[in-house]
């Protein structure tokens, strides 16, 4: 298996986000919009709207996430960036839902809020990876508090469903639980 490279994206590297999240637009056509937009707007959208929107936010930057390629080929994705990119995000009521100390308006409060990789190298570890590039470049764009609301448990580690990754992947990097609002989603943070 060749090397893992990990990089910010940037509307240069449109084409392998697309290739990646495929026709469909990888999670049932969400394209990584899910907390972006309100879910009356998202939902009322088609598939490629959605696309488009994710598109425009891309060619808009800074770069919403970091896109993981082996060789040529793109075979992974996190969504991260400022609390304030991902509104939905913040919402009362979530588990992600922010603390005082680390409010959604701060420019240095980051969030990683979605991982998506092909199904081919789920179960593989690579969210380590992708998680620990994360947050050397979070770090790097100034951010002094790095944010997740991951799954304690999966059914299966290779799972769609775990697109906010696993909570065991967050501990490993660093991270320590300090809120939980629901019973299989902390919130968990990394002071930076």
């Known amino acids: 298996m060749s090397e893992l490279r990990i990089h ?22 969400c394209w990584c919009t899910g907390f972006r937009l309100r879910p009356k707007v998202r939902l009322a959208m088609t598939r490629d709207e959605r696309r488009d929107a ?13 896109i993981a390629f082996q060789g040529d080929d793109p075979i992974g994705w996190m969504q991260i960036g400022p609390r304030a990119d991902v509104p939905e995000w913040n919402n009362p009521g979530r588990s992600s839902s922010p603390l005082p100390d680390a409010p959604p308006d701060d420019p240095a409060v980051w969030a990683v809020s979605c991982f998506f990789f092909r199904s081919a190298v789920r179960g593989q570890g690579l969210s380590h990876e992708v998680l620990a590039a ?37 501990t490993k990097a660093g991270f320590r639980e300090v809120a939980r609002a ?7 943070r990394l002071e930076l």
């Open 134 to 170: 994360g947050i050397n470049h979070a770090r790097r764009s100034g951010a002094r508090v790095l944010e997740a609301s991951p799954m304690d448990h999966a059914k299966q580690s290779k799972s769609v469903v775990l697109f906010v990754g696993s909570t065991s992947v967050f």
């Open 8 to 29: 910010p994206l940037t509307p240069d590297l449109i084409p392998a986000f697309t290739t990646l999240f495929g026709p469909q637009g990888a999670c049932a056509g």
């Open 182 to 188: 629901k019973e299989n989603r902390p919130l968990m």
């Open 54 to 66: 994710m598109l425009s936010r891309i060619n808009q930057g800074p770069p919403p996430g970091l």
